[in-house]
């Protein structure tokens, strides 16, 4: 069994572990811990039907085959970032994987996973908005590298009426 | 038809090249000449000093890429081509910034407007900043040189939409513009410069003067990071770098390089961060000070017809209606121009997210995006960032000041009226929470009381400057007006970090022109002795 269809058998209780499991280490992750062979995988998944809102395809398998295109990508995008970016990145991921972060950053402990689309909605237009550059920041962040991510995949770009031009048969 | 690859043949017909990721162990080289950094600067200096029978050596960071790799994604252009993977920021993120980084430098990567320095650049540095010689007069040879050497032309087709917008808001509203001449020899007109040219016909770096040297026996490293200037008594003795694998990591292989001169032409950013870590004397802390961006602010607008932003030369006009009009050391001015518009590119700079980002996407090929270039470094309240080290690396705090701002207020309004007058149905100055306006009128009004303020508002720039400038006296400067350094007696600076102000039209052929002249002369030092007139 690949690692996908893993994630995607048994999303809800392997997101329960992945998003709970800092329930039990309320201390803020440091920068040393993180990097390698995180994957922020089930965090993104969970964020991007909401960032991603009326640019997904509608019909459920394709949907799921573009959230999991996007996943690939997000990673790739990651992986090519500078480690000072990684570093801050990771910081603000673990964050939101964290008890304690999410306190911080939204106001409720309430993980990620367990919140309503609205929900999503509402803390990604609060951090928006908000007056504190850390929250504006984390907001811009995440939008950038989702957006980024999911509009360099060639499979993403019929919508927008986007081709690259064959220039050698 | 298949297209010629000049790297892949000249690589076959015996060019030394080292790619750094291939190296096992530690090594030293010996030229007469070492240059760190191949882009405008670089390129243009290796081929001067390796005409003149000098042994030249190039050391590049990034990886050599050519047109067999340059297929047009922007996936694989940013991580291989540019700085950070274009994700490069201000410290406070307030500001994107595109650099390149691979061998040729931005210029592989560049979108080919050529623009001579413009003469209130020129006499400002000589009036302010202590430059000497670098008159329209004595410059103006120097760049006819350049513009025959990387075939710079009036671009003679028609402009794509994008700039065609510019040109008609320009025409119907009386506003100065201009055709813009590119460094294209063949161009498939196909919008695809910032990617990397996959037909060869931009005159970058990497297809003309790197070529040149390497043909003339130069040697060039790819993905080796110069990381320390040893210097001692006035003198450079040697060029410390690492090794970098395919991913850019340092591995655990380091070089060493010795040569009579060294030049430095990492880019603005890159030779002031490598001058300060090596801890060169700059008794008036002058070092990544002063670095200037062209901040730009963008205006998108719909049209009922096609744009296809991404489809063609991506600048062909521009307007300078606005650049000087205030004085040079008056409120800031700004260039008029349009970038290419392509996916990943326009969904990072598009405001919020979900729908109504989704809504504007769907818009893409009716989008028109004019841009605004403010011309910083003039007025006093215009200092530009400044570069500090870190532990990881650097970052640049780049603060924009109420002065930056109110040009960016008036900026946007000139492109509002410039849109609708080219026929747009809607513009939205790109800050976040600003709507669609749908006439002159309501933009006029909405733009007048609109918040602009960092992160809400979005701010990018191509194009870095200065850092360590040059001219006459020490205290402004780092390298005296042929790039020789104040304190080193081997070593100059040719690159966009020279400029002690930003220039107010894009940079690629002020680096040529100005490189070509304070080559030459260093090239005739190196070889008869003679001092630059
Ligand atoms: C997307 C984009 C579009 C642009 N469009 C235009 C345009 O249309 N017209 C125009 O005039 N200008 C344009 N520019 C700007 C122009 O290309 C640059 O101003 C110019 O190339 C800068 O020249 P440079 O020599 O200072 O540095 P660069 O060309 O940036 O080259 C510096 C090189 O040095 C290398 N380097 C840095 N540090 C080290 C080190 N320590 N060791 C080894 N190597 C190192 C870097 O990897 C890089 O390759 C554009 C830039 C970008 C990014």
Redesign the pocket.
């Known amino acids: 069994m690949n690692r996908r269809t893993f994630l995607l058998g048994t999303f809800a209780t392997t997101a329960a572990i992945a998003l709970g499991v800092n329930l039990y280490s309320p201390e803020f992750s440091s920068t040393d811990e993180q990097t390698e062979g995180k994957d922020y995988r089930l965090l993104f998944s969970v964020l991007l039907p909401v960032l991603l809102d009326g640019a997904l395809p509608e019909v459920a398998s394709h949907k799921l085959a573009a959230q999991n295109r996007t996943l690939d990508a997000i990673n790739q995008s990651i992986a090519a970032l500078s480690e000072s970016q990684q570093d801050e990145l990771f910081q603000l991921l673990d964050m939101l994987e964290n008890r304690l972060g999410l306190l911080v950053l939204t106001s409720s402990m309430t993980p990620l996973l367990m919140r309503s689309p609205s929900e999503l909605t509402q803390m990604l237009e609060n951090w928006r908005y908000s007056y504190f550059s850390l929250m504006q920041t984390a907001y811009l962040g995440l939008r950038e590298l989702v957006m980024a991510s999911f509009y360099a995949c060639p499979e993403h770009w019929s919508r927008i009426h986007y081709a690259k031009p064959v220039l050698f048969k | 038809m298949a297209i010629v690859d000049p790297i892949i043949n000249g690589l076959n017909s015996g060019w030394l090249h080292t790619d750094g990721s291939q190296l096992k162990e530690n090594q030293q080289f010996e030229a007469d000449v070492v240059i760190?950094?191949?882009?405008?600067?670089?390129g243009v200096a290796a081929e001067i000093l390796s005409q003149a029978g000098l042994s030249v050596i190039m050391?590049?960071?990034?990886q050599l890429r050519s047109s067999t790799d340059f297929n047009m994604e922007e996936r694989v252009a940013y991580p291989n081509l540019?700085?950070q993977a274009a994700a490069m920021k201000t410290s406070d993120k307030a500001i994107g910034i595109?650099?390149?980084?691979?061998?040729?430098?931005?210029?592989t990567?560049?979108?080919?407007?050529?623009?001579r320095t413009p003469t209130e650049a020129l006499a400002f540095w000589e009036q302010q900043k202590s430059v000497k010689g670098l008159s329209r007069e004595t410059l103006d040879p120097w760049f006819e040189q350049m513009e025959q050497r990387l075939n710079i032309h009036e671009w003679k087709f028609e402009p794509n939409r994008n700039n065609a917008a510019l040109k008609q808001g320009c025409i119907n509203l009386g506003w100065d513009y201009t055709v813009i001449k590119r460094n294209v020899a063949g161009c498939w007109n196909t919008g695809y410069?910032?990617m990397g040219c996959p037909v060869n016909a931009k005159q970058s770096?990497l297809v003309t003067t790197i070529p040149s040297a390497l043909d003339k026996g130069a040697q060039l490293f790819s993905r080796?990071?110069?990381?320390k200037i040893e210097h001692h008594n006035g003198k450079v003795l040697a060029l410390k770098?690492q090794a970098l694998d395919s991913n850019s990591k340092p591995t655990s292989v380091e070089l060493m390089f010795k040569a009579k001169h060294y030049i430095m032409?990492?880019?603005?950013i890159?030779?002031p961060?490598?001058m300060m870590r090596s801890d060169v004397p700059d008794p008036h802390k002058l070092l990544g000070k002063r670095t200037f961006l062209h901040p730009v602010l963008l205006s998108g607008a719909i049209f009922s017809d096609a744009i296809n932003g991404h489809s063609g030369a991506?600048?062909s006009i521009y307007s300078d209606e606005f650049v000087w009009k205030n004085g040079v050391a008056g409120e800031l001015g700004y260039k008029l121009e349009v970038p290419p518009i392509h996916p990943v590119l326009m969904a990072s700079k598009l405001l919020g997210h979900g729908k109504e980002h989704a809504e504007a996407m769907a818009n893409f090929n009716q989008f028109q995006l004019t841009i605004a270039l403010v011309r910083d470094g003039y007025h006093p309240d215009s200092q530009g960032g400044q570069v500090r080290l870190t532990d990881k690396g650097f970052e640049l705090d780049y603060p924009l000041t109420e002065t930056f701002w109110r040009a960016a207020r008036r900026s946007f309004a000139s492109m509002a009226e410039l849109q609708f007058a080219a026929g747009a149905m809607k513009v939205m100055p790109v800050s976040d929470g600003m709507p669609y306006f749908t006439s002159w009128k309501d933009a006029k009004e909405g733009i007048e009381q609109m918040t602009l303020a960092p992160l809400k508002t979005v701010v990018a720039s191509?194009?870095?400057?200065g850092g360590c400038p040059f001219g006459e006296d020490e205290k402004l400067s780092m390298v005296d007006s042929y790039g020789q350094s104040h304190y080193l007696e081997n070593l100059s600076v040719?690159?966009?970090?020279i400029f002690p102000t930003s220039l107010g039209?894009?940079?690629?052929?002020s680096?040529y022109g100005i490189t070509a002249r304070n080559a030459t002369a260093l090239a005739q030092k190196l070889t008869d002795g003679r001092e630059p007139q």
């Open positions: 760190v950094g191949t882009g405008a600067g670089g050391i590049e960071a990034g540019y700085q595109f650099q390149g980084r691979s061998v040729g430098g931005s210029t990567i560049n979108w080919t407007t050529s623009i410069c910032g770096m080796v990071k110069v990381v770098a032409s990492g880019g603005a890159h030779t961060v490598l991506p600048q191509a194009h870095v400057m040719m690159d966009g970090s039209a894009n940079p690629q052929l680096i």
